[in-house]
């Protein structure tokens, strides 16, 4: 199956700070997320980017197919950004989502 | 918005208990799924439905576990019985998938808030 890898795996950032998050993966892809799990353990949608570059506020993202990654960029982090970042992605053939091993952010004030 | 909803949102029940989650999907997505995260493993993907009927359960242990999706607005996933070792967070996903030739077209999934399930 298709394979997913988050770098890097932690990062530790000072408020205020810009950040860019990795995600490569192993074959073409239909859909990728990426989700921000919140120390509630939530799950929320950030992006639907199986290619381009969107933007969301401090948060954008760019996927680049043909070389099968995708960068999360955090800017001006705060505290609230802490929380592990996922990236996961489905294939032609398949439907479900499969994930990364996630970035695990630590945003101190 | 609309959200999927998952409820219990906590469950700590003794080894050999039976278990039910429940899942309420967004109304007009087609397919749902059952994700499980654990430390070890991470999030990996139990089960799904799509238009009700189960397509693919490879990820789930078939000798106590069971999913259906009895209707449109509600899907369950069971364990009985119940072990240690199936602590771990439970999600529910919901998405929309159109069915090409060769190659579907999938909107982005949704995730519920999860069901944290501890047995003892």
């Known amino acids: 199956g298709i394979q997913v890898e988050q770098s890097p795996p932690d990062l530790i950032l000072q408020e205020g700070a810009n950040s860019t998050l990795r995600c490569n993966f192993s074959?073409?892809?239909?859909?990728l997320q990426w989700f921000h799990q919140n120390p509630w353990g939530q799950l929320i949608n950030l992006f639907y980017?199986?290619?381009g570059t969107k933007q969301n506020g401090r948060l954008s993202a760019t996927t680049v197919a043909t070389e099968r990654y995708s960068l999360l960029y955090i800017s001006s982090s705060q505290t609230t950004d802490s929380g592990v970042y996922f990236c996961?992605?489905?294939?032609?053939?398949?439907?479900?989502?499969?994930f990364g091993g996630g970035t695990r952010l630590m945003v101190k004030p | 918005d609309a959200r999927v909803t998952q409820t219990p949102r906590h469950k700590v029940t003794e080894m050999g208990q039976e278990v039910t989650m429940r899942c309420q999907p967004i109304?007009?997505?087609?397919?749902v799924f059952w994700y499980r995260q654990t430390m070890m493993q991470g999030l990996e993907l139990l089960a799904y439905?799509?238009?009700?009927?189960?397509?693919?359960d490879s990820g789930m242990p078939k000798d106590r576990f069971s999913a259906e999706m009895p209707d449109a607005t509600l899907a369950t996933l069971k364990i009985q019985p119940s072990e240690p070792r199936d602590s771990a967070v439970y999600f529910c996903?919901?998405?929309?998938?159109?069915?090409?030739?060769?190659?579907?077209?999938?909107?982005?999934?949704?995730f519920g808030d999860g069901t944290r399930l501890s047995i003892l």
């Open positions: 996903a919901s998405g929309l998938v159109r069915l090409g030739r060769g190659r579907n077209s999938n909107q982005p999934q949704h």
């Open positions: 074959d073409s892809v239909n859909n």
């Open positions: 980017i199986p290619s």
């Open positions: 996961a992605v489905t294939n032609n053939a398949g439907n479900m989502l499969t």
């Open positions: 109304l007009g997505h087609n397919t």
């Open positions: 439905f799509r238009n009700r009927a189960p397509l693919d």
